[in-house]
């Protein structure tokens, strides 16, 4: 057998009976599933894959594995003296370190696989869709990357343990190379910069791991890795073979071998440098779902589509988000030519590459980090913000290849109602601009002006009224719905407002006393459960998340407002038995007049769900279920909005979910396989 895999075997079977390596695997597992579980539950929303999340989790902690898997790999022999006897058999020196070094990799990818392993069972368990819907190619290329920085971390710690004979100084020393000098050494940086990680970009060891998952491969992280791990190994032969040079005579060759050492390092650092100055990378079509990435509408938009449409990506490749925005910009094109829509040119222009270009850009009135499509003369931009998506890149192209309406969405104001320019978490700036992008604008009213409401209204919203309506404002709503006005009303309360006015137009209001069966929280209340209409058929399996939620029931007192023609009361989602959103239509059963406009309300008891704090921090269709009461009040039924995003991370489980999430990853699973070493080490030591 080759001394190379005679002494990895010895290593990879040392540590199969210390105990040490027995409780480092579950501590890592315990680490990683951790991290994982809370980088997980913060991305929910997000157009993160969890194979993306696994990845960005281990890579911190896995220097630490690294590190002390091989901290004692050279201190046993040059401690008792072995040492002496392998350099007197006739083995080159490189043998025995690749052998060590081979061993405590195999270990490190060993406990990787592992806590990838355990990974993918809890996924599978608690929702299959998080394996089934993703691609684990995903998965895949953070392994890949992840096991490019474990040979960095092990050739690190194995050339450490040689230089110092210690394992305890070996592990502190090796920390301090791979974790403490890149991550303190970036963030010093940031301190000291004045523009931060806008000019040095984000962490180069966790830009890795994004890029990789990506797919968006550097050469020169490539060479960074093979490059560093190879000096690492060649120093650690150095000071092997210094060992064979003791003596006052051989002092000089000593100090030429440490300098073929330092040489080593520079020669490295040069090649790496001149890898980097070309920028060489490599674009994989690198795909996080195994399904239809897109939704059913965004298809529609893009078959629609036609001519040739330019999008031009207006970003620093150190922007965080360019990664993933240039990633979605290409499958977007991609699958917009294969659907037989629009041709999209893309194109990337960095202000740092590119100055030319980007001072077109500015000229034209750009912003930087934003995607800007251009069709003949119109222009669309959309900004890389967190509002980024293929929902924003569809609207953007259905804009530039349909003529824009010309209706408004009127907004009362006057009576303590949410603020549409208000960027708190408890105002609706986030829902505004979702109203802009489906083409409306946004205007506001006051009922108490005696001026008539403004023939391009397409409804009115009272979002959240807290004070009441006089009888004059209630009088002109009243108005409005009997010429085939249409009403939205998001309920703050069971009282003041429109509700006392309410059970006249068909609806009535009530609070809800019970406790929530189903919560993310605790205090707000998940909806699960739809009727049968337009308005939310597309939402189907989907979940909306209210905070205060009220009771809504039919009234019979309808008739004596509106008329003597027929009220449909429909029922749109309910939660607990009770019905949180209906709508009351006048004139739509049989027997009604065709000709008249029907009059249209639609109520919903609770006007949180559609606040900035709600929408950024909970996974939900409430964005999608309020454009759609627009589009059906407006009467634009077709197009209607499909729940969250094809490509949106959904986790699917509430607080008591998300505990037994941690509980099984994090502890059951990673103890059963700690329970398994430290038996199978017992078992070893027993048997020597």
């Not at 060649?234 to 064979?244: A, K, M, W």
């Not at 404002?473 to 006005?485: A, H, K, T």
């Not at 029931?553 to 989602?573: H, K, N, Q, W, Y």
Request: net charge positive.
């Amino acid at each position: 057998m080759s001394p190379i895999w005679l002494t990895a075997g010895r290593v990879f079977g040392r540590a199969r009976t210390a105990f040490t390596n027995a409780l480092l695997t579950p501590v890592f597992c315990v680490c990683a599933a951790g991290l994982f579980a809370c980088d997980l539950f913060a991305a929910e929303g997000t157009r993160q894959a969890p194979g993306l999340l696994w990845s960005v989790s281990v890579s911190p902690i896995l220097p630490f594995l690294a590190v002390f898997l091989g901290m004692n790999t050279w201190s046993d022999e040059i401690h008792s003296g072995r040492i002496e006897e392998m350099l007197s058999v006739a083995v080159p020196e490189r043998d025995y370190v690749m052998g060590k070094f081979l061993g405590v990799l195999l270990l490190t990818l060993r406990d990787l696989l592992l806590s990838l392993a355990l990974t993918l069972l809890t996924l599978y368990f608690f929702n299959a869709k998080l394996v089934l819907d993703y691609s684990l190619s995903a998965f895949g290329a953070g392994f890949f990357i992840l096991a490019l920085q474990a040979v960095l971390w092990s050739a690190v710690s194995v050339s450490s343990s040689a230089w110092t004979g210690s394992a305890a100084l070996s592990a502190v020393i090796s920390l301090c190379l791979a974790v403490l000098m890149p991550r303190c050494g970036w963030f010093a940086l940031q301190a000291c910069a004045p523009q931060g990680s806008l000019r040095f970009g984000p962490m180069p060891l966790d830009a890795h791991v994004v890029d990789f998952v990506t797919g968006h491969v550097p050469l020169s992280a490539l060479a960074f890795y093979i490059l560093a791990a190879l000096a690492a190994l060649y120093i650690c032969t150095n000071r092997i073979c210094e060992r064979r040079y003791i003596g006052v005579a051989n002092r000089p060759r000593r100090w030429a071998v440490r300098g073929l050492s330092v040489l080593s390092l520079a020669v490295a650092t040069l090649a790496w440098m001149l890898v980097a100055r070309f920028g060489l990378v490599l674009e994989l079509p690198a795909e996080i779902g195994s399904g239809e990435r897109f939704s059913a509408r965004t298809r529609h938009i893009m078959g629609e589509s036609q001519g040739e449409i330019r999008a031009v990506v207006f970003a620093s490749r150190k922007n965080p988000g360019f990664r993933t925005s240039a990633g979605l910009i290409r499958a977007f094109a991609r699958e917009t030519a294969a659907l037989g829509g629009a041709h999209i040119l893309v194109r990337y222009v960095d202000p740092f590459w590119d100055p030319a270009a980007a001072s077109r850009l500015v000229n034209a009135g750009v912003a930087e980090d934003s995607i800007v499509f251009e069709k003949g003369n119109r222009r669309e931009t959309v900004p890389l913000d967190a509002g980024f998506g293929e929902q924003a890149c569809a609207l953007a192209v259905q804009r530039l290849t349909l003529p824009s309406r010309s209706r408004s969405v009127y907004w009362t104001t006057g009576h303590k109602e949410c603020s549409l320019v208000d960027y708190g978490a408890w105002g609706l700036s986030s829902i505004a601009r979702a109203v802009v992008m489906e083409g409306y604008r946004n205007q506001t009213l006051d009922l108490s002006d005696n001026k008539p409401i403004p023939e391009d209204c397409a409804l009115i919203v009272v979002a959240g009224a807290r004070t009441e309506f006089s009888r004059l404002e209630g009088s002109r709503l009243e108005s409005y719905l009997r010429q085939g006005g249409r009403l939205l009303v998001l309920l703050a309360s069971d009282r003041g407002g429109l509700s006392s006015m309410l059970p006249a137009w068909g609806i009535r209001p009530k609070a809800v006393r019970a406790a929530p069966k189903n919560s993310l929280t605790g205090t707000d209340r998940v909806v699960s459960g739809f009727g049968n209409h337009a308005i939310v058929n597309p939402l189907e399996g989907e979940r909306l998340v209210f905070d205060s939620s009220i009771a809504l029931e039919p009234s019979v007192e309808s008739t004596r407002i509106l008329g003597t023609g027929p009220v449909a009361f429909v029922d749109l989602c309910r939660a607990d038995g009770v019905c949180l959103a209906a709508l009351s239509e006048y004139g739509s059963a049989p027997g009604a007049d065709v000709a008249a406009r029907p009059a249209r309300l639609i109520v919903v008891g609770d006007v949180g769900f559609v606040q900035n704090a709600r929408l950024e921090n909970s996974v939900s269709a409430n964005r999608e279920f309020f454009l759609n009461c627009i589009s059906y009040l407006a009467g634009v039924d077709a197009l209607a909005e499909t729940g969250v995003a094809a490509d949106q991370l959904v986790v699917g489980l509430d607080r008591s979910g998300r505990m037994r999430f941690v509980l099984v990853s994090a502890v059951v699973l990673p103890g059963a396989c700690g329970l398994v070493l430290l038996l199978r080490a017992l078992v070893g030591r027993r048997r020597k």
